[in-house]
Nanobody, 120 residues
Framework: QVQLVESGGGLVQAGGSLRLSCAAS????????MGWFRQAPGKEREFIAA????????FHSDSVKGRFTISRDNALDSVYLEMNSLKPEDTAVYYC?????????????WGQGTQVTVSS
């Protein structure tokens, strides 16, 4: 059974930082591209970052580029999202996902999400 478990969300002031983690189990982690999505209340889910199986290729959406960084550790079956200079508009539930390919990134598995709230 595949499980993706996010952690690290919480409440932070604008300008602050958080580091999200996603621990994977039940799959050959190093064979999957990994990504992060977010969904704010009343909005569609947004694809914000992805990383290839090796970590050699990365994607960040324009909305987070320069502030967020995706990384992974295949020895720990984990993917991370370092979030800096957080803004109130970053408030959302953040989800990690696993995909067989980086481009296009089509999620085969999803985590349950972790809430990030940025206060102004």
């Amino acid at each position: 059974q595949v499980q993706l478990v996010e952690s690290g969300g919480g409440l932070v002031q604008a300008g602050g930082s958080l580091r999200l983690s996603c621990a994977a189990s039940g799959l050959t982690f190093s064979s999957y591209a990994m990504g992060w999505f977010r969904q704010a209340p009343g909005k569609e889910r947004e694809f914000i970052a992805a990383i290839s199986w090796s970590g050699g290729s990365k994607f960040h959406s324009d909305s987070v580029k320069g502030r967020f960084t995706i990384s992974r550790d295949n020895a720990l079956d984990s993917v991370y999202l370092e979030m800096n200079s957080l803004k109130p508009e970053d408030t959302a539930v953040y989800y990690c996902a696993a995909s067989h390919g980086l481009t296009p990134f089509e999620a085969d598995y999803w985590g349950q999400g972790t809430q990030v709230t940025v206060s102004s």
